[in-house]
């Protein structure tokens, strides 16, 4: 089994910043790209940055120059830096990490439970 554990989310004032992170654990033999993704009320689940195994990153335009995606590959775990926060960057913000277990030919998407940002204007 895998695990993706995030944290770092809450309400935050329009200009200002919060790091989101996110530890994989479990039964795993490589990890892949890592990422997130975010879903705001009444819309759908969609890209926010993502992050190869190489450090390779994109981002979606409405977040270039403000969020920053980064990772620690010893510990699995990615983070997303996001600065110059807007109330239309509130969303639930979901991790994801494509995993390959031991014993597995094929890498597999998991998703976490999800982070909840607000950004007060």
């Known amino acids: 089994q895998v695990q993706l554990a995030e944290s770092g989310g809450g309400l935050v004032q329009a200009g200002g910043s919060l790091r989101l992170s996110c530890a994989a654990s479990g039964s795993i033999f490589s990890v892949d790209a890592m990422g997130w993704y975010r879903q705001a009320p009444g819309k759908q689940r969609g890209l926010v940055a993502t992050?190869?195994?190489?450090?390779?990153?994109n981002y979606a335009d409405s977040v270039k120059g403000r969020f920053t995606v980064s990772r620690d590959n010893a510990k699995n775990t990615v983070y997303l830096q996001m600065n110059s926060l807007k109330p239309e960057d509130t969303a639930v913000y979901y991790c994801n990490a494509r995993i390959k277990a031991p014993g597995l030919l094929h890498y597999y998407d998991y998703w976490g439970q999800g982070t909840p940002v607000t950004v007060s204007s």
């Open positions: 992050i190869t195994s190489g450090g390779s990153t």
